[in-house]
């Protein structure tokens, strides 16, 4: 009863005070006709106006200025104005030669219809197979890369690799401007994002990987996922006029149907958003129709998804749509519809935390690659030398401190009401206005939303060391928010019962020296590093892989194709469009037993085997990696030949444990020496420091 009544008297004594403060206001107008009062808005919405203007120039300022520093900086580390273009595209790598490759093919068509029915019925790039490379890779980028270029006049100004990563750096420089933005609204200041910014920045070797691989899909789409979180943002706060929460639905809309066509990935990401905004409804922290709103935006981009990539049955069935339709429909899906992604995925998870073991070569290869490794001790030292970290954590501690004494607060009203039933429990009934002066941070949606999310990430961020470039951003955005809130530090203010200054004038006050004061450190530090990295000339030199792709384009046929290292053959895809056995991809199965048995070459298989494995592709030429051959890996038992052992039964590192020992060398080894019977199946053609390519003979002769 007496929890019941405290905020009914409250209520009451809120009327009365307004009640009589319009009472006073009568008398003023009376006694005096000056213009006064109209000119108090006037200033108010000057001062509005030029606060949303400083902060809009500085978030777009630093976007552009993020763009620039990423283009001054892979000029300076690869040299690429100086470089052939041979020469620029060996610094593709892997996948992101392939995702190129494709940029240029659509280039190369007479029209684009063209372009696209080659890539959708694509027999040219691997062997014995037709893919449908734009629904298989997720090649919308390049698409709307190869559109843009020629619809533009661009090929009459630029080249087209300067085109296609400038692209990419512009988008980079939107995701610095969203995370500007998310960050500013939050905590109602533009000083937040600045900081936001500036830690994005010094910790971008974990924040981006943009440095190592341009063409990667995520470079192309968290800058969209960016933007949805800030239209998210703004679209969950209960201040927001309808003109603002139509704007943020429809840019909300747009950004999660790009994003989801971007990354094939996507879906999984949205599927922790949707989690976090099931949870923001369970507890009754945000109307329920805006919550539901955000789910129909998933469903229509996930079907629209589903239609435009070539009926993606992966969209189907993954875990976004079906948790949206169980929570709308209230009930959960009996059966989901199989789907090889989505199995490979629960695979990994079920070896990856222990719950199954296996010795499938694939398998254990994506678990020894380092991004899904658990995070080294350099990380966190790293964010902890820029401050972000224990900002972080106070934060954090605070906002969720809060968010369940708000939580706890509610469900303890909730109660009050159902025993005394004097009114329906509501969305709205138990919504409340919170201003600066209750120092509820936990009680605003936004905010809690981003902590359950946060948590989330961050939680499988500690397990996969590749999922910190999705959560480290948001580290340095939800960091900034907190330091630059004066809402935060009233929180704790009245946690400490600060009785000597009032919690609200020192809480402006640290919300303006607190960030003031990191912002100046972090410049004193790390400006001079950021400013000596543009000045210093790095080179990117690998002259064996130039002479190889040379000999390629000169010696061997045009219908030749090759087989090797699946990173080795998205290079040779790329710089000189033969044919190659496989490719650096991992979302089809039969490319991934492909790329298991290609990489037998490593192992201790005979001559006959491995000649036998690779004409039923029909390779023609094979490419033997010295670096692979002779790996010396810093994780037992993760080098390539290691886990061919293990998938062969043989013995690793000369121990047995239930394995036997191979009666053959390993192929690579004995491939070299020339004698039969390797002499009888492969012909040495050309060889270098780093590789060794053999021709394999087509008329054999069996001899011992």
Partial sequence: MAEEEG????????KKLKSSENKESVKEEKISDTPIPERAPKHVLFQRFAKIFIGCLAAVTSGMMYALYLSAYHERKFWFSNRQELEREITFQGDSAIYYSFYKDMLKA???????????????TVSLKTINAVQQMSLYPELIASVLYQATGSNEIIEPVYFYIGIVFGLQGIYVTALFVTSWLMSGTWLAGMLTVAWFIINRVDTTR??????????WALPYFACQIAALTGYLKSNLNTYGERFCYLLMSASTYTFMMMWEYSHYLLFLQAISLFLLDSFSLEQSDKVHEVYKIYIFSLFLGYLLQFENSALLVSPLLSLVVALILAKCLQMFVPHKENGHMLKFLEVKFGLNMTKNFTMNWLLCQESLQAPSQDFFLRLTQSS??????????????SMMQV??????ISRSILLLSTCKISGKSLKETITLEDGRIGGRPEIIYHVIHTILLGSLAMVIEGLKYLWTPYVCMLAAFGVCSPELWVTLFKWLRLRTVHPVLLALILSMAVPTIIGLSLWKEFFPRLMTELMELQEFYDPDTVELMTWIKRQAPVAAVFAGSPQLMGVIKLCTGWMVTSLPLYNDDDLLKRNENIYQIYSKRSAEDIYKILTSYKANYLIVEDAICNEVGTMRGCRVKDLLDIANGHVVCEEGDKLTYSKYGRFCHEVKINYSPYVNYFTRVYWNRSYFVYKINTVISFQS
Wanted: proline share 8%; net charge positive; glycine share 2%.
């Fill in 210 to 219: 943009i440095e190592y691989s341009i063409p990667l899909r995520e470079n």
């Fill in 7 to 14: 905020p009914t008297v409250e209520l009451r004594q809120r």
């Fill in 388 to 401: 972000l970290l224990p900002f972080y954590i106070l934060v954090l501690i605070i906002c969720f401190l």
């Fill in 110 to 124: 007479p029209s684009f219809e063209r372009g696209v029915y080659e890539l959708t019925h694509n027999n040219k």
């Fill in 407 to 412: 939580i706890f607060r509610r469900i303890k």
